[in-house]
């Protein structure tokens, strides 16, 4: 009797022991080889570092993607204040990368469409953040030495050792559209290379999105950190159950029900979702958030 009990005493430990042994425990996923990263970042490697900075932090929760991407879809007409506004007044659940990333739907609808590539992304920036970092450098490396990648009216492209993006106007955040088959490597004979990347959309951003970071996001590409809301972003595999980044002004609601929605819904229709997926200005057709052509050009 006395083994009987004592076994069952230690199944019953070994299932409490399972019950409480957080997901977070799992091993890291195997490290990718530099091939892979290059092929992992190449859709991304040439957006502007505040955009940039927004994606590889917000795609280390990818179970919030499709969630943000669908609310980012029916609120696509607000902007600037109306916008920031909205999303403290939904409670929205997310945490606050994620949320930095509302103002744009088609960046969101792209991480959404493809979940496989954007939860190995952003294991990869956990895991191997060091890495992705390199792999970004090396692609624009190659765009760049091939004559695609040049400063101009909306990006300013740094000459030092580690390739910058920057903004032209640091309040509006292009969205580059580019063939990765293309942009990495050498010109055909007679390819115009000065066409290969598109930056007719973006987003003005200015200081309504402040507290969720924009303008205060940043690379050392040389100490390999990521600053985000001027605080170095430090999740990790290992800590990624209980890493909370500081965002002062961001007030995080926990799940459950939410606020009743104060505002129209308004999906973008697939006219709206084409343009922005070719880097072209989208004609708003959902009036009535305080959007004007020139916040999406």
Request: glycine share 8%.
């Amino acid at each position: 009797m006395k083994i009987k009990r004592a076994l069952s005493m230690l199944a019953v430990s070994m299932l409490a022991i399972l019950v409480v042994v957080p997901m977070f425990a799992q091993a890291p996923p195997p490290a990718l080889p530099p091939g892979q990263l290059d092929q992992l970042v190449a859709r991304i490697a040439l957006y502007p570092d505040p955009l940039l900075a927004q994606i590889l932090a917000g795609a280390t929760y990818p179970d919030q993607i499709p969630d943000a991407a669908h609310w980012a879809d029916q609120h696509h007409y607000l902007t600037g204040q109306a916008l920031a506004d909205a999303i403290q007044a939904d409670q929205l659940p997310w945490d606050p990368s994620v949320q930095a990333l509302l103002p744009f739907p088609s960046v969101l609808e792209m991480m959404a469409s493809d979940m496989n590539w954007t939860t190995n992304l952003g294991n990869a920036f956990l895991a191997q953040q060091q890495d992705v970092m390199d792999a970004v450098q090396r692609e624009r490396r190659h765009a760049r030495d091939f004559g695609y990648l040049r400063s101009n009216g909306q990006i300013v492209v740094g000459a030092g050792p580690y390739i910058t993006i920057m903004p032209f106007n640091p309040a509006y955040i292009v969205v580059p559209y580019y063939d990765p088959a293309i942009v990495f490597f050498a010109p055909r004979p007679g390819f115009v290379v000065g066409g290969a990347i598109r930056f007719g959309f973006g987003i003005t951003i200015g200081g309504f999105f402040r507290p969720w970071g924009w303008g205060f996001n940043r690379f050392d590409w040389g100490a390999h950190a990521l600053f985000i809301n001027n605080a170095r972003w430090g999740r990790t595999w290992v800590n990624r159950g209980a890493y909370v980044h500081p965002y002062p002004d961001v007030h995080r609601f926990a799940g459950g029900p939410r606020p009743a929605e104060a505002h129209e819904l308004h999906e973008r229709s697939e006219a709206e979702r084409s343009a922005a997926r070719q880097g072209r200005r989208p004609v708003e057709e959902h009036r009535g958030g305080g959007r004007s052509d020139r916040d999406h050009r």
